[in-house]
């Protein structure tokens, strides 16, 4: 294991946030709403002549978490950033202990501590990947198909999916849109990983309802009832064959403890934008190893940047199933790096393999994006 300490403290001496807005290629719409454009905090610690980068995963309204673009802005600058320059960093790991006095908000401290751990790789020399001993060069790439205009439309985009190499699909359902498009799918492809995402839009009293779902051999079905409802998704968990995944539940390593204890879920979904960052990602793979439950790797239709982190991350042994990594283009018609994230002929993402999180931005496309920048320095 790469030493940090080799690289010394990390006395930062500035950090930047600079607003990206990137537009999707067509408006992706699930139980949460619409989105037509991914816009962000790019987020770069400064030192020594090294910059580490990082992405926001905070959405604009707060129908995924609580956190929103605004709330990530005021918590990093009011409460974050004063930590941060309070004395150096001994390394990446200390983030985490330096924002524990701050409740919650983990979108807003990952922001922050996945740019220091990018900071730690390019100063070390070291991808991150080879830094935690990732034993995955390529990662298997999985797509997200959002809720669709019909059917018909559907079943067309995971046909044109499959046919680009994916090895397994997702598709969002709510009330209304669940096992008629998720049948069609079955029969269209009937060999496909097929997924299903419900963003929370189903209650315990759907039981019966979800039942259902179990003849259609889905891989898993993810996050089913409320962020809160552990106690409810263990309950569900054992009326349904189908193994639940849990997404919008796993905010911190204890909430993923606690969902295992509880029999909540078979597999999970960590996105280290959402459980405050890469160490404490990494805690909760540990956990889930340990347990024998599998993990993947989620995505908040992040740009390269946050791309290159989770793709770091999915390296790790435990994270067994195909993560939401998927070429640039499914996505952007313009991401900010170049060459874009693309498919292998094998249907997977390969693990960026220079140091941090692999990738730079590209200043060019960055300018292109950018709807203002702001930086801080060291008092
Ligand atoms: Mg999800």
């Not at 349904?240 to 295992?260: G, K, M």
Request: proline share 8%; with cysteine.
């Amino acid at each position: 294991m790469t030493d940090w300490a080799a690289a010394g403290p990390l006395a930062i001496e500035a950090v930047s946030l600079q607003e990206v807005s990137l537009p999707l290629v067509r408006p992706f719409v699930s139980s949460r709403g619409r989105e037509t454009q991914r816009r962000f905090w790019l987020v770069g610690v400064h030192a020594g002549g090294v910059t580490g980068w990082a992405e926001s995963v905070a959405q604009e309204e707060p129908l995924y978490s609580e956190e929103t673009h605004a709330t990530l802005h005021q918590v990093v600058v009011a409460h974050l950033l004063p930590r941060l320059f309070a004395a150096p960093l001994a390394g990446p790991g200390a983030v985490a202990e330096r924002f524990r006095p701050i409740r919650h908000h983990p979108m807003a401290k990952a922001a922050l501590e996945m740019a220091v751990w990018d900071w730690y790789g390019r100063a070390l020399g070291t991808s991150l990947a080879t830094w935690w001993e990732g034993v995955r060069p390529e990662v298997p790439a999985g797509v997200v198909m959002g809720i669709a205009p019909s059917i018909p439309e559907l079943v067309d985009t995971a046909g044109a999916r499959a046919a680009e190499g994916y090895r397994r699909l997702k598709v969002k359902i709510q009330p209304g849109w669940d096992l008629e498009p998720l049948q069609a799918l079955r029969q269209a492809l009937p060999t496909m990983a097929l997924w299903a995402d419900a963003n929370s839009a189903y209650t315990l009293g759907d039981v019966g309802h979800l039942a259902q779902l179990d003849r259609l051999g889905l891989g898993l079905l993810e996050q089913p009832l409320g962020p809160d409802d552990l106690l409810d998704h263990a309950a569900l968990q054992r009326r349904l064959a189908t193994p639940l995944c849990l997404d919008e539940s796993i905010r911190s390593v204890a909430n993923a403890r606690h969902a295992l204890q509880l029999g909540a879920c078979r597999a999970i979904n960590v996105k280290p934008g959402r459980v405050g960052g890469f160490g404490p990602a990494l805690d909760i793979h540990a956990l889930a190893y340990r347990a024998g439950v599998p993990l993947w790797c989620g995505g908040m239709l992040e740009s390269a940047v946050g791309r290159a982190a989770n793709l770091q991350l999915a390296s790790l042994p435990g994270f067994t199933l195909p993560g939401d990594l998927s070429a640039s283009s499914c996505y952007f018609t313009q991401d900010i790096i170049e060459p874009p994230f693309q498919l292998t002929a094998e249907g997977t993402l390969a693990v960026p393999a220079a140091p941090g999180i692999g990738v730079t931005p590209d200043e060019a496309l960055l300018q292109r994006f950018s709807q203002g920048a702001v930086e801080w320095h060291r008092p």
